[in-house]
């Protein structure tokens, strides 16, 4: 691991603490985490979810967790990705920014609109949101995946493989979108994730009154769903979750008869 600065052994010694506590990192450039986001940035966690509400920061410890380990860990390859280029685009301008602001401690060899190339061999990708122009990538250091509710389940079943050799980490940020996709599915039965959920009440920039105005205009399922973490029925599923649930049964099987095969071939 090296610092991204030279010079005075002062300013080693900062970058090194930097290095160790990304919470300190995160203080550098004048954000303050709350108790949530502070424990989220001191995690060794290789696999994170975050559901979490609107407005509550998610987005910007993920680019703060990312812009970390490419200065700090030469050689580092990170995508950003979400279900458009547009919203992964936003994540990347988050973290361009937060470079920016720390006087580019790297110097960058190439520095583009979607991505960033560092001198010390780190690389910050911006992906866009089709498993179709995803592949080909590999020694994946850290893959983030924003508004993962709404992630095609194709991208990101084309996106796990590329940490196979790495053992890089994976982390999926999101507000709930209904009762299905991966994002859903990993946060009630996945193993080894661990697990964030931050509701609006936890979240100290949102004020009560807001939130009570918000409760009064919008439809309960909403309301659950964009401030309290609920993953809530969708209005185009013509079937709850829990009725497809109740439905299921191992007693019935599968009807095959002669002939199948050449059927659906």
């Known amino acids: ?154 991208l990101y079943y084309a996106v796990r493989p590329m940490l196979a050799v790495s053992g890089g980490s994976l982390l999926m940020l999101s507000t709930p979108w209904g009762r299905r996709g991966v994002f859903w599915e990993e946060w009630i039965e996945g193993e080894g994730w661990q697990r964030y959920e931050v509701p609006a009440s936890q979240c100290p920039r949102i004020s009560d009154e807001f939130l009570e105005e918000e409760r009064r205009g919008l439809p309960d399922w909403v309301y659950r769903q964009e401030y309290e973490c609920s993953f809530e029925e969708t209005e185009d599923q013509i079937f709850g979750h829990d009725l497809i649930k109740a439905a299921r049964t191992d007693e019935l099987q599968e009807l095959r008869f002669e002939g199948d095969e050449d059927l659906w071939s």
Not at 12 to 22: N, P
Not at 41 to 62: E, F, H, V, Y
Not at 67 to 92: I, K, T
């Open 1 to 154: 691991m090296v610092g991204p600065s030279q010079g005075s052994s002062q300013t080693i010694q900062s970058d090194l603490r930097l290095a160790l506590d990304r919470a300190a990192f995160a203080e550098d450039l004048g954000i303050m985490p709350d108790r949530w986001q502070r424990d989220l940035l001191a995690s060794p966690s290789m696999r994170i979810l975050l559901n979490c509400c609107r407005q509550s920061g998610k987005s910007t410890m993920a680019s703060i967790i990312a812009l970390h380990r490419a200065l700090y860990y030469p050689g580092s390859l990170v995508l950003c990705l979400a279900p458009s280029l547009r919203q992964s685009r936003e994540l990347y301008v988050k973290l361009a920014g937060h470079y920016q602001d720390l006087g580019r401690p790297v110097p960058p060899t190439a520095e583009r609109r979607l991505s960033l190339e560092l001198e010390n061999g780190s690389r910050v990708l911006t992906l866009p949101g089709t498993e179709r122009t995803v592949r080909g990538f590999s020694k994946v250091s850290l893959i983030v995946a924003d508004e993962a509710s709404r992630v095609p389940d194709e």
